[in-house]
């Protein structure tokens, strides 16, 4: 079988080396892109859990963070990696490229490339041969396969590391409501209830009462301290409420209040320290009660007495 002819082969090497140099620029742009979207994400993501931080982690502070982060991330990624990515380099532009970061080729790969082009009109085949000789020569010598955008690549490879190390360091030694906020914010497959670390936990919760009776309303603090508790009862859903403030107990996680006598339906909710618990209702029931009294006695057969009847009787009494 025939040896290629020489003249393709150098063409072959010379479209290789437009396509690593393509590949390698390409390359530093992922590393640069991808060091901005790691950046300005982290950095984003760190003042959505400040802000996460500030409202008590209140679901809808979680709901409405988490989609803003979510709307952030895709834009930096768009912009600053599928946007350049997506450009379109021509063999020319390589070249031209090529020329510039090493001036020594002269402008051989330039000629070459734009000799070897499909829509240029013919010129002298042994012409389009010498300058593809000489372009890939003068590769060879400059190595540029491997030297093109090498401190770049370097350069870029390692701010992306910076990044990425001294954001793992910041969560890692950083204050705890920003492990708690970058948790909630990433992990949505919680539930928003489940994201916040901060919550009130209220007995009896919802419940139904007697009519008239006392009750009891505990609320233990989970996640977090205050000396002050309080508790809002409103008798509707659309009214204003009213506070009442819970006591201390020996648990220092602890407070209670007692509500005495109460009369009708109402809807309440415990709160301390811009956190709330989940609102909860007492309804209140009438217990059966006895209305009208009859009695009727039946006496020993040996009394010889019939049975008697009493209307609107009262207590029974024996002897």
């Given amino acids: 079988m025939p040896d290629e002819p020489r003249d393709t082969i150098d063409r072959e090497e010379l479209l290789t080396l437009i396509r690593q ?46 989609i803003g982060l979510f709307a952030a991330l895709v834009g930096l990624v768009v912009w600053f990696l599928i946007r350049p990515l997506r450009r379109r380099v021509t063999d020319e532009q390589v070249a031209l490229y090529l020329e510039e970061h090493e001036p020594s080729l002269q402008s051989a790969i330039l000629s070459a490339v734009d000799s070897t082009a499909v829509d240029k009109p013919a010129e002298s085949p042994a012409l389009v041969r010498r300058l593809v000789e000489s372009a890939v020569e003068k590769c060879r010598q400059a190595d540029l396969g491997h030297r093109v955008e090498e401190r770049r690549l370097r350069r870029n490879a390692f701010g992306l590391g910076a990044v990425g190390a001294a954001a793992a360091l910041l969560i890692v030694v950083g204050p705890e409501y920003l492990r708690h906020g970058v948790s ?85 909710v415990v709160e301390s320290n811009g956190v709330r618990s989940d609102v909860f209702n007492l309804k209140v029931t009438d217990l059966p009660y006895v209305d009208r009294l009859e009695l009727e006695y039946h006496f020993p057969s040996y009394t010889g007495l019939t049975p008697r009847k009493v209307e609107d009787g009262g207590d029974i009494a024996v002897v």
């Fill in 21 to 66: 140099v393509r590949g390698r620029w390409r390359t530093k742009l992922a590393l640069r892109g991808a060091a901005f979207v790691l950046g300005v994400g982290f950095a984003t993501l760190l003042m959505s859990a400040y802000g996460l931080e500030i409202l008590r982690f209140r679901p809808s502070a979680i709901i409405g963070f988490r």
């Fill in 184 to 268: 909630a914010l990433l992990v949505v497959s919680r539930g928003v209830q489940a994201a916040s670390p901060y919550r009130i936990e209220v007995q009896p919760g919802n419940a139904a009462v007697p009519r008239g009776s006392d009750q009891s309303i505990t609320a233990k603090l989970i996640g977090f301290g205050s000396n002050r508790v309080e508790l809002l009862t409103r008798a509707t859903s659309t009214g204003q409420y009213e506070r009442l403030q819970l006591l201390p107990t020996d648990d220092p996680a602890k407070f209670e209040v007692k509500l005495f006598d109460l009369a009708k339906p109402m809807e309440y």
